[in-house]
């Protein structure tokens, strides 16, 4: 079931991102420069261009909530300990579902009325707040396609009296779960409760600051949802693939119709979760503003965890072939592609302390490709390590996440606490973070260039 060599020595290939070329021809432009926004196939941001170094940390909200189950003293330390590795982008969960699939996080944002959770959306209100003291910005995802947050098959059993499948269930092997989940788009009335939340939640006021969300630059960008699919097998996408454009393209209009500010992307993994077609991939990319990746060797089967030495070279082959094949197709489409999901198992075990030698060696594969992408000036503008654990510590010996434990880690709760997050301790891998975020953040002050102007984005109403 799919879920989720070095190179180049960094030390010296870092050097040359002091000379890369500026990025020409803004596609959309916003009110303030405040605002990341799309130029060419790259990021600007305060008239510069904008690569970044970045962090998945979905559990943000909950942090803030002003709850038992939440611990905002933590969560500033975890952002300041983020801000020290150079990291000003993080990509969050704002979406959760009251859901029966094993595995779902509890509490969640919204239940099947239209009466929200009011301590997490506080929560992510105060997230954002600590964001912009410290010039951070999120990437915000509306929706999951995977269990672990309720997502589409808890929409669907709202709908359907209550029918779903697990994911890891004996009785409905792979990939009956993916094509079940996939018939959420062809529901008028899954898609419309989906539909009122994100209304709600892109045009809500953060009761801490008393801006507008829409007016918010510690907001970078609104994902449609976590890597949404159209389905699995060959029939069931065929079958499928029409209804998913149409809410891709239907989606993206409504969130701009609220918003004229920020970037939306769809948070789709690439070919892998996209009928393993590149012509899907550039249809479901049309409607946004930018590309997304998502790559995991041992999920994708390109890895065997139980020899990483062995078959290292062989997954890292593949990972560049992948980005390789969509960085084409961002070119084609002229527009930014970002790695905003990566993942490599430690060594052994799941436990802070434990070696981290092949993931390393990995995550320098990812970034110095980014590295590499940005001094030739394509499209690659950014990367989100997945995932951030801090100071978060499985609280069982089995490592294993159970309802009611509150030191969350980077890895969802279905997954074993430890296996691809980034804890406090992780030395080697904080210094690699560090140095490859620091030269991102150097090549934007020697990459200064001219954007042309462009005309503002419209807002516009989605009828329903």
Not at 127 to 142: D, N, P, Q, S, T
Not at 340 to 363: K, M, N
């Amino acid at each position: 079931m799919t879920t989720r060599r070095e190179i180049l020595a960094a030390g010296t290939s870092l050097l040359g991102l002091t000379a890369l070329p500026a990025i020409a021809g803004s596609r959309r432009s916003r009110t303030s420069s405040d605002f990341v926004t799309v130029a060419g196939h790259g990021f600007r941001l305060h008239g510069k261009p904008y690569r970044y170094v970045g962090a998945n940390m979905w559990y943000a909200a909950y942090l803030g909530a002003d709850t038992a189950y939440g611990d905002r003293a933590r969560l500033g330390r975890e952002l300041d300990r983020l801000v020290a590795l150079g990291i000003d982008n993080v990509r969050v969960l704002g979406a959760s579902e009251d859901s029966p699939l094993i595995g779902a996080i509890s509490p969640a944002f919204r239940g099947k009325t239209d009466v929200y959770n009011p301590d997490l959306l506080a929560g992510l209100d105060w997230f954002l707040a600590e964001l912009g003291k410290r010039g951070m910005r999120a990437v915000i995802y509306l929706n999951n396609f995977w269990e672990w947050s309720g997502g589409m098959m808890t929409y669907l059993s709202w709908v359907n009296g209550g029918k779903y499948i697990d994911a890891h269930d004996p009785a409905h092997p792979w990939p009956e779960f993916a094509d079940y989940t996939a018939g959420f788009y062809t529901h008028p009335r899954a898609v419309a409760l989906y539909h009122a939340y994100v209304c709600a939640l892109v045009g809500r006021t953060n009761g801490v600051t008393g801006r507008r969300y829409a007016d918010d630059p510690a907001i970078m960008a609104w994902q449609l949802a976590n890597e949404p699919r159209p389905g699995e097998s060959p029939a069931t996408t065929a079958r499928i693939l029409p209804a998913y454009q149409a809410w891709i393209r239907k989606t993206a209009r409504l969130i701009r119709s609220i918003d004229a500010n920020h970037l939306v992307s769809s948070g789709a993994e690439g070919t892998i979760g996209c009928a393993n077609s590149m012509a899907c991939v550039a249809d479901a990319a049309a409607p946004v503003d930018y590309m997304t990746i998502h790559i995991w060797p041992q999920n994708f089967g390109w890895i065997d965890p139980a020899d990483l030495a062995g078959t290292r070279a062989v997954g890292e082959a593949k990972t560049l072939a992948y980005i390789r094949d969509h960085r084409a197709l961002a070119v084609k489409l002229g527009k930014p592609l970002v790695i905003e999901e990566f993942g490599y198992p430690r060594d052994a075990g799941y436990a802070p302390g434990t070696p981290t030698i092949h993931r390393d060696g990995y995550y320098r594969l990812i970034m110095e490709s980014v590295a590499a992408d940005a001094r030739a000036g394509g499209p690659l503008a950014g990367l989100n390590f997945w995932a951030w654990n801090g100071e978060g510590r499985a609280q069982h010996p089995d490592h294993r996440f159970r309802t009611g434990d509150r030191s969350y880690l980077g890895d969802p709760p279905h997954e074993p606490q430890g296996w691809y997050g980034v804890f406090d301790q992780d030395m080697t891998t904080k210094r690699l973070i560090r140095r490859y975020a620091t030269a991102f953040a150097r090549s934007a002050e020697a990459a200064l260039g001219h954007v042309n102007p462009a005309i503002a984005w419209p807002i516009c109403r989605l009828a329903l």
